[in-house]
């Protein structure tokens, strides 16, 4: 599989989406342009940024994006991380992986901060271990 840019979509562009931003960033470098949005934009979890910095993820330049930002010309590959919800539509000839996850947020449940802080990190760990694979399938140098 071979990709020179990546697009990380899911509604809110607040949490999974985020997490494979940064952690793409993180794993292939400059080899590979990166970018995130959501249908319905908002903010960057707070839980989301803190996962990342426990192991080291640059999280500066994060911000919520609405997918009609981006221009499909610019992207080679689309992944979906939407589970409970409709991701949002991109249209262009990009080569497409769903990567159905929860939203770790789960703003529906009564969690102490340390519990939902956890389903970030599940997350966070799930979406490495992908984009290591995704790497290496692509033969970029993972870190």
């Known amino acids: 599989m071979h990709f020179n840019s990546v697009l990380f979509l899911c509604v809110a562009n607040s949490a999974r989406s985020q997490l494979a931003e940064a952690l ?3 794993v292939m470098g400059g080899a590979v342009r990166v970018q995130s ?3 319905a934009p908002s903010r960057v979890n707070p839980f989301a940024l803190q996962a990342l910095a426990e192991i080291g993820v640059d999280v500066s330049g994060l911000h919520s994006k609405h997918v009609d930002t981006i221009d499909p010309a610019s992207v080679d590959l689309v992944v979906t991380l939407c589970a409970e919800a409709s991701c949002p539509l ?3 000839d990009a080569e497409r992986l ?3 996850m929860p939203d770790p947020d789960r703003r529906d449940a009564v969690l102490s901060d ?3 802080l956890d ?3 599940r ?3 799930a979406l490495l271990g992908r984009l290591l694979q995704l790497a290496s399938r692509r ?3 993972a870190r």
């Open 24 to 26: 793409a960033r993180h």
């Open 37 to 39: 949005a959501g249908s």
């Open 90 to 92: 991109f249209l262009g």
């Open 98 to 100: 769903d990567w159905a």
């Open 114 to 116: 340390d519990e939902r």
């Open 119 to 121: 389903g970030f990190r």
């Open 123 to 125: 997350t966070r760990d």
């Open 139 to 141: 033969g970029a140098d």
